[in-house]
């Protein structure tokens, strides 16, 4: 079922909001923009024009500066995207290391292709670009933190982990 | 033979990325010393240590420190490129991840030698968990009197701040950086002005890599003339290199700038060999933007002569037979691996990295991805060999920033050094989709070339 969320922070939101803006010069509270776009993307789930112009009128800019920005950046969501987002890097170091294979497993395994979101709305799969952990080839990001050394087993056991934890949770 | 660390020595003591065991291990003395000369004589230090940017460009520090403006009543800020996104490069992850207060304490000397009282690490987006890890380290070191005001009495005020940036490589770039701390899209800026003079908000502004912020401890505890004697000529001190690859010891390593581009490759203390007894085939030792060398100009210099870990050594011949140092990532290919289809993917990354401020680079990048691909799948003709070269060669030099050098270089040394093995993907395409073309001649002995008679 669509649940409408209020596009609204909460207090303690708004003080993390208010720091991250003091952080800069006066007057310069744009320059706060990009964190908190993450902020906004991390409590309502991706960046609806909603949200966008919410966050606009916080920063008191305009909305265009907002979008401008939120369709620059490769981290920001546009649209809804699963619960869990796989984003598989497939750059030459991690190519020659077998990417390929592993970006066709996990499509296989969710049946879904890059870019797409299963029918649960539980999982993502996006390929990426060279996300800094070449050595500990291949791997992908999911939510805050890096899985590397993939395997076939390894990405079952992921898979599995994270339908455990949502059954725990609900 | 092993290397003198001087970054990386303590990495491995349990629980060093905390405050009272990083201290106890000697940290923060540069900060009790730097603060006790003045901040001219600490941007001294650096010069005379000849410590090199390590982001990639390899620009003089301690100069490129001198040239900061400083007009009145205006703030001078220095910020720490933390975006590391070149193909090949997890070093200053690394330096953040375990050591995070090494790279505080570098900030705190450097921004008291620049005049910055409020300075800010920009780190990806991507590297998420990092800036809890920096904030902590930030924290401790204000509570324990290394940040905040008056730090050690001196009357030298100084605060850190994290920003993370949000998946684009060009933020790396260190006016499109600026731009993006601004709150901004990452297009780069036309220059001059120079950071130096305009930066962030228009003000005065130094932007450096992790590792170099990081160098200035050393520099500051051993004296900038000890830490010049470590290396060889004007590659002074240490370098981070990170090696990934087909070798059986991926990591990121220390090394002073005297071992051999072999020694590196094949030694137990590095990266310990070809992965399952293949041989090498090439390499790209600085990045993914220098050039791609074959096995056999990688170990020895058209000269004859072993190459070198080290700035020089690996630009002998220039772009005809040498390559970079680059900002250290190291790629190693094996016998296995197909240079087509590796120049491709990073084609293919150039295009999606691309601002798209400039025409060459908006479209070259994309053409080149678009003829790298046919080519890889058995599609090419023999004339988009010469297309390409012709592309890569109209983007460089054409663009606002060297993203648009950076996609051209690997595409031109590919097709240098590997031009036989991108004809057969033409000549021999259906075999070319079954098998790839494997060591060839690439690891051969060079000819070794008779001085010329005039
Ligand atoms: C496309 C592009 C990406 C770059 N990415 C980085 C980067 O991730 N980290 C970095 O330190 N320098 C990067 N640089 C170099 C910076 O522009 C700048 O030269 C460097 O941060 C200066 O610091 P250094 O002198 O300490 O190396 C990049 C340059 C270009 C053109
Ligand atoms: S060279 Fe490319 S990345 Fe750099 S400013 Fe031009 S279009 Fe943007
Ligand atoms: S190439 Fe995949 S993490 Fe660098």
Redesign the pocket.
């Given at each position: 079922m669509e649940q409408k969320i209020m596009i609204q922070f909460s207090q303690e939101q708004l003080e993390k909001v208010n720091q991250i803006i003091a952080r800069y010069p006066e007057g310069k509270q744009k320059s706060a923009l990009l964190p908190v776009l993450h902020l906004a993307q991390e409590v309502f789930g991706w960046l609806s024009t909603e949200t966008m112009d919410y966050v606009a009128a916080l920063l008191q800019i305009e909305p265009i500066e907002v979008y401008e920005v939120a369709t620059f950046y490769t981290m920001y969501n546009l649209k809804p995207v699963g619960k869990y987002v796989f984003e598989v890097c497939q750059t030459g170091p991690c190519m020659i290391q077998g990417s390929d294979d592993i970006i066709a497993y996990i499509g296989e395994r969710l049946n879904i292709k890059p870019g797409e979101t299963t029918e649960d709305g539980l999982f993502t799969l996006k390929v990426a670009e060279c996300l800094g952990a070449c050595g500990y080839a291949p791997m992908m990001q999911v939510g805050k933190f890096y899985k590397e050394h993939l395997t076939k087993e390894k990405v079952d056991a992921i898979i599995a982990e994270c339908r455990n934890n949502v059954s725990v949770n609900n | 033979m092993s290397s003198q660390k001087l970054l990386l020595e303590n990495a491995h003591i349990e629980g060093i990325r905390y405050y009272d065991v990083y201290r106890k291990n000697g940290g923060y003395r540069s900060v009790e010393k730097a603060l006790k000369m003045a901040p001219d004589e600490v941007v001294e230090e650096v010069k005379k240590s000849g410590l090199r940017g390590r982001g990639g460009a390899g620009f003089p520090t301690g100069m490129k420190w001198s040239f900061i403006a400083k007009p009145e009543g205006v703030p001078r800020h220095l910020v720490c490129n933390a975006d590391e996104s070149e193909p090949g490069t997890f070093k200053d992850r690394y330096l953040m991840e375990f050591l995070p207060h090494l790279l505080i304490e570098g900030l705190i000397v450097s921004s008291y030698a620049l005049g910055s009282n409020v300075t800010y690490i920009y780190i990806r987006g991507e590297y998420a968990w990092i800036p809890d890890i920096l904030e902590q380290a930030i924290a401790e070191a204000k509570a324990n009197g290394f940040l905040g005001k008056n730090i050690l009495n001196s009357g030298f005020d100084c605060e850190i701040y994290v920003q993370r940036g949000a998946g684009a490589y060009?933020c790396g770039?260190e006016t499109a950086l600026i731009e993006s701390l601004e709150g901004k899209r990452g297009?780069?800026r036309i220059k001059p002005p120079f950071p130096a003079v305009k930066g962030a908000w228009d003000r005065p502004t130094v932007v450096n890599n992790v590792e170099t912020l990081a160098a200035v401890v050393p520099i500051i505890n051993i004296g900038g003339e000890e830490y010049a004697k470590i290396g060889v000529g004007r590659s002074t001190g240490t370098k981070l290199i990170s090696a990934c690859g087909n070798i059986n010891k991926p990591g990121v390593y220390e090394i002073d700038m005297t071992i051999s581009v072999e020694e590196f490759i094949y030694s137990d203390e590095w990266c310990g060999g070809i992965k399952s007894g293949k041989r090498l085939k090439a390499c790209i030792p600085g990045g993914s933007s220098v050039p791609i060398l074959p096995a056999n100009l990688l170990l020895k210099t058209a000269k004859g002569e072993s190459r070198i870990m080290n700035y020089e050594s690996l630009s002998d011949g220039g772009f005809a037979t040498g390559t970079m140092m680059g900002s250290g990532g190291f790629i190693v290919l094996d016998e296995d691996q197909c240079v087509v289809k590796h120049t491709y993917t990073l084609a293919r990354f150039y295009r999606h990295?691309?601002?798209?401020?400039?025409s060459p680079?908006?479209e070259g990048t994309g053409w080149m991805e678009k003829l790298l691909l046919r080519l890889d799948q058995g599609q090419g003709k023999l004339s988009d060999i010469d297309l390409l070269w012709d592309i890569q060669s109209k983007i460089e030099g054409n663009?606002?920033?060297?993203?648009?050098d950076a996609a051209a270089w690997p595409v031109a040394a590919a097709i240098r050094h590997f031009r036989d093995e991108f004809e057969w993907h033409i000549t021999n395409a259906a075999e070319a989709q079954t098998r790839n073309y494997g060591l060839a001649h690439y690891a051969d002995p060079l000819p070794v070339s008779e001085p010329v008679a005039v």
């Open positions: - | 060009i770039e297009n780069p990295e691309s601002c798209g401020q400039c680079c908006r663009t606002i920033c060297p993203l648009g």
